[in-house]
């Protein structure tokens, strides 16, 4: 099996592939129809706008992942990348070095990179910031879980 290179989408040709690639990879797992017309131009935008990865064996697309700036509810000025898509084909091989490069990307920007799974219910964090792993200390601990149960089971 040939090697997998990353590279970033540069041209409409690319835009294209990735569109492509979404339509027959993403679309069977989507909630909804993909409307042609917002997906290409969404596509477009990413690329020339934010960041499309993409993970190619030999000249072939096997996985991508576009990446976009927001920010936090909380603080506008404290930006981070999140996913908008993040789709490989089962088994080519294509999340870790997409992975790689995606959290690379957020080293060099110092930004956290949060890669959201809607089919496996799951985000993952690449980058954490280290205040992640500390308490805050305006707050005092508040058992969430407790509180929420507790709550469910008082109606």
Known sequence: MSEITIRYAESDADVIA??????????PRLPAEIDPKDSATEVWRVAHQEVAIMAMREDKLIGTIGLVCPSFW????VKFLVNRWAFAIPGAGAWKPLLREA??????????VHIISEERGSILILNKHANREQPNPHFAPFPVAEQIGARATAH
Not at 18 to 27: K, P, S, T
Not at 103 to 112: A, D, Y
């Open 18 to 27: 990735i569109h492509a690639f979404l339509c027959i990879v993403a679309g």
């Open 74 to 77: 909380w603080n506008s000025k």
């Open 103 to 112: 959290r690379q990307i957020g080293v060099s920007s110092n930004m956290e």
